[in-house]
């Protein structure tokens, strides 16, 4: 047990329970109620299982239940809504009762979460209808506490298509990349019917600049469908009259959408997606073999090995399950230069390593006899901790670094991983923060970055990777960052686990280290709280969530393997990594 620190809640709702039989139903309102009790009981129906609010909407007004839209956002309090005391509006009738709370998130129309820290207060105006007290003016949407929130919405993930621009032709089937765009959904309310009808809406604001949808603008569900797998596995989806006019290839595109999304929220597997027209007529079929070469994650390889730099200085390698580290055949295991970073493609073919001192980087084959060259990039900063970071590959064979040289800090992109390193603009960075460490996802239109702040606060944002130009001069920019581990006051390492994961080692102000996963939108993922360790300085996942997690640690490398604790690999060495 730590001995210091501050006193942390429990909170049950960030256990995983995506199978609990429990329903809850809200309770209509009682005769002769106060103000002040008709908004409690409101807010306390709002957290039902009800699909359309039936029980809720009793506490309106007949105008404003007709009005009220319980889907235009979802405000996530972080202790539950309060009612303060009713009170007269100066020249209006009725009273208004004053809803508060400390605001944490914001879901909005689309789904997407947002973290919006702050104080929330909203006014709800009632008057009486047939001498009972009645809301007749409260704001659209819903506002629920953390742990109603977490027992009522789970994440899931729709796909959508990477725009990779000129860059798609650098790996086959560079259109038919699948990104993950996690957005939150009632867990019981018609999950499939609901998850499909999320896909065609579109994707979410912040990721919608760099991927597309198949699907025809205007393509919907067709009325009165309440979808769900047969006992075969098999999904049937009819849409609507514009979503009938794809073509074949367009359609086979489709489904292959709708069965990734709906795979990763159905308890089955997904054996086949059907789409047919809204009078039945069949427009294509994807078969879940078919649909593999949409696969989610295909960019980021198979993770044959994992790797690190050993006591030597060498980059070194454990094969699989193997607890007996190897240096890795060519240049980069030799140790004629010694390493302090590596990185190794997503092809697991080539190798690109950061000299112990920061200041140089090498790309070089891992077969056996190839050749270390001349360094591709050199940082020209005077401390060791102003030069390089780690460099990440993308699944486009192009790789990431950053030069943290306080005269000229950039970021950089080296395509091909030995082209010339061009710089990559990022908006979002003000003046006298600074990349610190970087993590690019496979699929090349997402990027974490740990940034230091000004006052020496390290954060995690994900950023946005836009491409445009042409093949000979290509464009590329990091937009829009945005928070992935809000809570934290200090990140001290970050690495994919999944399709819209993250694992996160940080400290929130006050607390003790700990290990985290993290949704790409900041929220707190649903997954098993990781077991603790020790004074963790780096930490490595594979988007493949099957592969365990390795950490550096005072007690050397160390693996998680499924069901089961920390387990040490090798008392030395440090740097461990999946390729990526």
């Known amino acids: 047990m730590p001995d210091e620190?501050?006193?942390?809640?429990?909170?049950?709702?960030?256990?995983?329970?995506?199978?609990?039989?429990?329903?809850?139903f809200g309770v209509s309102p009682q005769k002769g109620e106060e103000p002040q009790q008709i908004v409690r009981g409101f807010l306390e129906a709002t957290t039902s299982d009800e699909a359309t609010f039936t029980t809720a909407k009793e506490y309106l007004t007949k105008g404003l239940a007709r009005s009220w839209d319980p889907f235009a956002r979802t405000t996530v309090l972080s202790d539950g809504p309060s009612p303060g005391r009713a009170h007269r509006t100066a020249g209006e009738r009725g009273y208004t009762v004053e809803v508060?709370?400390?605001?944490?998130?914001?879901?909005?129309?689309?789904?997407?979460?947002?973290?919006?820290?702050?104080?929330?207060?909203?006014?709800?105006?009632?008057?009486?209808?047939?001498?009972?007290?009645?809301?007749?003016r409260m704001p659209s949407g819903l506002v629920l506490g953390e742990s109603d929130f977490q027992r009522i919405y789970r994440p899931i993930n729709t796909y959508y298509y990477a725009l990779l621009g000129p860059d798609s032709e650098s790996v086959a089937g560079g259109k038919d990349v699948l990104v993950a765009d996690s957005i939150y959904l009632r867990r019981r309310i018609d999950p499939v019917t609901e998850t499909v009808a999320a896909l065609l809406a579109g994707p979410t604001d912040w990721i919608d600049p760099v991927v597309t949808s198949s699907f025809p603008r205007g393509a919907k569900l067709a009325r009165g469908q309440h979808l769900s797998l047969d006992d075969s596995g098999a999904l049937s989806v009819h849409l609507n009259a514009r979503g009938a006019r794809a073509d074949r290839a367009q359609c086979s595109r489709m489904a292959a959408q709708v069965l990734h999304t709906v795979q990763g929220q159905a308890s089955a597997k997904v054996s086949k997606v059907e789409l047919a027209g809204p009078d039945g007529e069949g427009l294509c079929e994807q078969t879940r073999e078919q649909a593999e070469i949409y696969e989610p994650g295909r960019l980021n390889g198979r993770a044959a090995r994992q790797y690190f730099i050993d006591d030597k200085h060498r980059v070194a390698a454990f094969a699989g399950n193997s607890e007996k580290p190897k240096?890795?055949?060519?240049?980069?295991?030799?140790?004629?230069?010694?390493?302090?970073?590596?990185?190794?493609?997503?092809?697991?073919?080539?190798?690109?390593?950061?000299?112990?001192?920061?200041r140089s980087?090498?790309?070089?084959?891992?077969?056996?006899?190839?050749?270390?060259g001349e360094p591709v990039l050199t940082s020209k900063a005077k401390s060791e901790g102003d030069r390089l970071t780690a460099p990440s590959w993308d699944g486009l064979g192009d790789l990431w670094v950053a030069d943290r040289d306080p005269d000229s800090p950039?970021?950089?992109?080296?395509?091909?991983?030995?082209?010339?390193?061009?710089?990559?603009?990022?908006?979002?960075?003000?003046?006298?923060?600074?990349?610190?460490?970087?993590?690019?996802?496979?699929?090349?239109?997402?990027?974490?970055?740990?940034?230091?702040?000004?006052?020496?606060?390290?954060?995690?944002?994900?950023?946005?990777?836009?491409?445009?130009?042409t093949?000979?001069?290509?464009?590329?920019?990091?937009?829009?960052?945005?928070?992935?581990?809000?809570?934290?006051?200090?990140?001290?390492?970050?690495?994919?686990?999944?399709?819209?994961?993250?694992?996160?080692?940080?400290?929130?102000?006050?607390?003790?280290?700990?290990?985290?996963?993290?949704?790409?939108?900041?929220?707190?993922?649903n997954q098993p709280t990781l077991p603790g360790i020790n004074d963790v300085t780096g930490v490595a996942a594979s988007e493949d969530e099957d592969k365990p997690l390795l950490a550096d640690s005072e007690d050397g490398i160390v693996r998680l393997p499924p069901d089961a604790n920390w387990k040490t690999l090798t008392g030395s060495g440090s740097e461990p990594v999946y390729p990526g």
């Open 5 to 24: 620190g501050k006193v942390d809640r429990v909170d049950s709702s960030h256990r995983a329970e995506p199978d609990s039989q429990v329903r809850v």
């Open 100 to 136: 508060s709370g400390s605001r944490m998130a914001v879901v909005d129309g689309k789904h997407a979460y947002s973290p919006d820290k702050g104080d929330y207060t909203k006014g709800f105006h009632l008057s009486k209808v047939k001498g009972e007290w009645r809301i007749d």
């Open 327 to 358: 240096p890795v055949e060519g240049a980069l295991g030799q140790g004629k230069v010694e390493m302090g970073s590596v990185a190794v493609s997503r092809s697991e073919r080539e190798g690109a390593a950061v000299t112990r001192g920061r």
């Open 361 to 372: 980087l090498y790309v070089a084959s891992l077969a056996q006899g190839s050749d270390l």
């Open 410 to 469: 950039r970021l950089l992109r080296l395509r091909g991983g030995t082209e010339t390193p061009e710089e990559v603009t990022v908006p979002g960075l003000r003046k006298g923060q600074r990349i610190e460490s970087l993590r690019i996802a496979s699929d090349g239109v997402r990027i974490a970055l740990r940034v230091q702040e000004p006052n020496g606060r390290r954060t995690l944002q994900l950023g946005r990777v836009e491409r445009s130009g």
């Open 471 to 525: 093949v000979e001069k290509p464009e590329v920019t990091v937009a829009e960052l945005r928070p992935v581990a809000p809570q934290m006051e200090d990140v001290v390492a970050a690495s994919w686990a999944g399709g819209s994961r993250l694992v996160v080692v940080g400290r929130e102000s006050g607390s003790v280290q700990q290990l985290q996963y993290m949704e790409t939108d900041g929220s707190v993922s």
